[in-house]
């Protein structure tokens, strides 16, 4: 079965820094990958995806994240943060043998402080 | 276009009631998900539907269950609710049986 981990629950940065967020997946074949974003009491946004071809991915808000199959890592990065991108993250790996059921980390909260 | 709309918002039950909660999908969307979201926790999957056929289940009592309707709309019931039922219940939907999905804002439902 497969499983995701986001090792940083909580991660606080300023404004106009930049911004990475860590995840790690387990999975027995090649995985396809998301990152969502929740705002509170809100659903969750697709940020971006990986399913095969180029490992670098541009996403929606600025983001982008990297597929590094020999670390099981799919890492999402914005170069400048602004005060609209504090919420919570979500990686997810979706099984392509099971008609591509997601599984989620436990998510990462993100707070930007002026 | 409207996104994927979940009824209702938010609702309030009882220990041991059951309660139906409904989705429905991006227009022309086949492929309709359930997710269980507790708070401080990402979502687990529940169901997962496609073209009215039960395409997979998480790990979920039989209190759960799910259908998909002729025009790709979905129900969740749950019987018996119980305390542990308290959660964010998101529904999602996808174009074919695979791709990214479009999850709506959920249904908060609190058991008491």
């Known amino acids: 079965a497969q499983s995701v981990t986001q090792p940083d629950i909580h991660i606080t940065v300023s404004e106009g820094a930049s911004l990475e967020l860590r995840c790690n997946y387990s999975?027995?074949?090649?995985?396809?990958l998301f990152w969502y974003v929740q705002s509170p009491g809100q659903g969750l946004q697709l940020l971006l995806k990986?399913?095969?071809?180029?490992?670098l991915v541009q996403g929606i808000k600025g983001f982008e994240a990297e597929f590094k199959r020999s670390q099981s890592s799919f890492n999402l990065r914005k170069p400048s943060v602004h005060w609209s991108d504090a919420a919570e993250y979500f990686c997810?790996?979706?099984?392509?043998?099971?008609?591509?059921?997601?599984?989620f980390g436990a998510g990462t909260t993100v707070t930007v402080r002026a | 276009d409207a996104g994927v709309t979940q009824s209702p918002t938010h609702l309030i039950k009882t220990r041991g009631q059951h309660v139906t909660l409904r989705c429905s999908p991006i227009?022309?969307?086949?492929?309709v998900s359930w997710y269980q979201q507790v708070l401080g926790q990402g979502p687990q999957f529940i169901f997962q539907?496609?073209?009215?056929?039960?395409?997979g289940r998480g790990n979920f009592p039989d209190r759960f269950s799910a259908r998909q309707f002729p025009n790709y709309s979905s129900e969740l019931n749950v019987n018996a609710l119980l305390l542990g039922d308290s959660a964010l219940y998101l529904c999602?939907?996808?174009?074919?049986?695979?791709?990214?999905?479009?999850f709506g804002s959920g249904t908060r439902l609190t058991v008491v």
């Open positions: 999602a939907s996808s174009l074919d049986r695979g791709g990214g999905y479009t």
């Open positions: 999975y027995g074949a090649t995985p396809y």
């Open positions: 990986y399913f095969s071809g180029d490992t």
């Open positions: 997810a790996v979706g099984e392509r043998t099971n008609d591509y059921k997601l599984s």
């Open positions: 227009s022309g969307h086949k492929s």
């Open positions: 539907y496609y073209e009215k056929e039960e395409r």
